[in-house]
Structure formats: structure tokens, C-alpha cells
């Protein structure tokens, strides 16, 4: 097991995408974020069944840094109920693990 996690949310715009990364990577609280653009989400919300272009933001941070990406994504989303959800790391490289830690520290 790793100190690193991967965090996943969407949202439905460019725009909104770059800026959420670009703040998660400005205030250290993620080394990177990958934005995968134009995913298509089925889903049902309010009893009716959508299908939306979206984009996946890919995010790699330290465990400690959860609270707060998701005190951000939270606070700063644009959707009603955004979707973040975080997985650990078992295994990676060391010097891969070491430059997230160096990179938001």
C-alpha cells in the first residue's frame, strides 16, 4: 500500500474542467490531473434517464490531501451532487510516488 490515491470526478464542460485542475495543481493538493475529454455518462437523475457528453478528470494526490480536494470539488462543483470517488494505490513505481509527494509538499 501506497500514501497516493487516485480520485476520479466529471463535469460537463472544458472550461470547468481546466479550471478545477489547474487549481487542484496550483494549491499542491494534487501533483497532476488528467482531464479526459468527451466521455459519454448514461445515467437517470429526477426519474428521467440522460446521456451527456462529459470529461473525466483523473486525479493523483497524497491520502492526506483528500479532505481537501473534496472540501473543493464540494464547494466549487458545478453539479448538484458531483461525483468524486477515490481509490488507493498499492503499487507504483518509487520514483513516480516520489514526485507526488514532491510536487504537494
Not at 481546466?18 to 426519474?47: M, T
Request: charged letters at 30%.
Amino acid at each position: 500500500m501506497t500514501n497516493v490515491v487516485i480520485s476520479y470526478t466529471t463535469i460537463n464542460n472544458e472550461k470547468d474542467a481546466k479550471k478545477l485542475a489547474s487549481h487542484l495543481v496550483e494549491e499542491k493538493y494534487a501533483a497532476c490531473v488528467n482531464i479526459i475529454p468527451k466521455i459519454r455518462s448514461i445515467y437517470e437523475w429526477d426519474g428521467e434517464i440522460h446521456d451527456e457528453q462529459e470529461y473525466l478528470l483523473i486525479i493523483k494526490s497524497p491520502r492526506e490531501n483528500l479532505d481537501l480536494i473534496k472540501g473543493f470539488i464540494d464547494k466549487t462543483h458545478s453539479y448538484e451532487v458531483p461525483e468524486f470517488i477515490s481509490v488507493d494505490v498499492v503499487d507504483a513505481l518509487p520514483d513516480y510516488l516520489q514526485w507526488i509527494e514532491d510536487m504537494t509538499s
